[in-house]
């Protein structure tokens, strides 16, 4: 095992938002009792309708929130808070605007206290790897939406973390866009070997970048079933691989999982006429 990789473990994890309105007091139960284990170096992308619950585990695993109960471990040692074993990528890059692409990928890198003549050789590294060594002194507004995700995407990896968390990273991106960043991501994983956790509403991307698909079902959020990619590896013509026959059952047996979970969903909810 590279000694950058991790193990990631989700033991029995449950969540409950409160929200106060005045006197009314509203509670969502948003994860109940999850358990996950994601081994080193392995692609693991969750799915499942809105509101599941998949950013909220993402943010838990990340340290932005605290589970109620349960815990999570990265490479054995529970998660308290942020780290820099981890690292995310937003669905919006987030970027400064006043910051070129390297000034951008180098702020956590400062933030850490890393030496400048450090932090521009790692920056730039990055940078390399996302395909944006030309564009480094360009400013966000001078960059495409594409670009953007590549910036957030080496500021993420910058730090070198054991586990990359992405939140829809490609949600906002037009369709040839997201194919090429999918075929990037899959290509950074073959040459940092990172494990990678990646919410995803798109089953195609799922199943085209994922070891493992987790579904989640709403209500309270929770992992309804988990779906192993049989898809030879390395997965790298990805027309190929979006024309073999396997990509398509398996990414038809997840939709139909989920859309027996949404018509059981609508079934139960009250009517609002
Ligand atoms: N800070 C918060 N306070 C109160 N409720 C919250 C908070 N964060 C999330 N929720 C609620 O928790 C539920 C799950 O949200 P979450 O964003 O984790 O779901 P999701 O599966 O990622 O959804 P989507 O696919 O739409 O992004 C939602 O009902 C959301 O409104």
Redesign the pocket.
């Known amino acids: 095992m590279a000694a950058n990789q991790a193990g990631v473990s989700i033991e029995d994890v449950s969540k409950t938002?409160v929200?106060r309105t005045g006197k009314q007091v509203d509670e969502?139960h948003?994860l109940d009792h999850v358990s996950l284990r994601v081994e080193p170096g392995e692609i693991v992308a969750l799915t499942?309708?809105?509101?599941?619950?998949?950013?909220?585990?993402l943010r838990i695993l990340l340290g932005l929130e605290r589970a109620d109960s349960g815990r999570v471990l990265v490479n054995g040692s529970e998660v308290t808070g942020c780290g820099a074993d981890r690292s995310m990528v937003f669905q919006n890059a987030q970027l400064f605007p006043w910051r070129s692409a390297l000034g951008n990928v180098e702020f956590g890198l400062e933030a850490r206290g890393v030496p400048k003549s450090e932090r521009r050789r790692t920056a730039l590294e990055k940078l390399e790897l996302v395909g944006l060594g030309h564009a480094t002194d360009r400013r966000p507004d001078q960059l495409s939406g594409g670009m953007q995700q590549r910036v957030g995407l080496a500021r993420a990896l910058s730090v070198d973390p054991a586990v990359l968390l992405m939140d829809?990273p490609f949600g906002a991106l037009d369709a040839q866009t997201r194919e090429g960043l999918q075929a990037e991501v899959l290509r950074i994983h073959r040459e940092t070997g990172k494990t990678i956790i990646f919410?995803t509403?798109d089953l195609d991307e799922a199943v085209l970048l994922a070891h493992r698909v987790v579904l989640?079902a709403?209500n309270p959020?929770r992992i309804d079933r988990i779906f192993p990619i049989e898809l030879p590896a390395p997965r790298t013509d990805l027309v190929t691989v979006r024309g073999r026959k396997e990509f398509g059952a398996q990414r038809h047996e997840i939709w139909h999982r989920l859309m027996t979970g949404a018509s059981a969903q609508a079934a139960a909810e009250p009517a609002t006429t």
């Not at 499942?48 to 585990?57: E, H, R």
């Open positions: 938002f929200t969502v948003v499942g309708l809105s509101g599941c619950g998949k950013t909220t585990l829809e919410v509403h989640m709403p959020g």
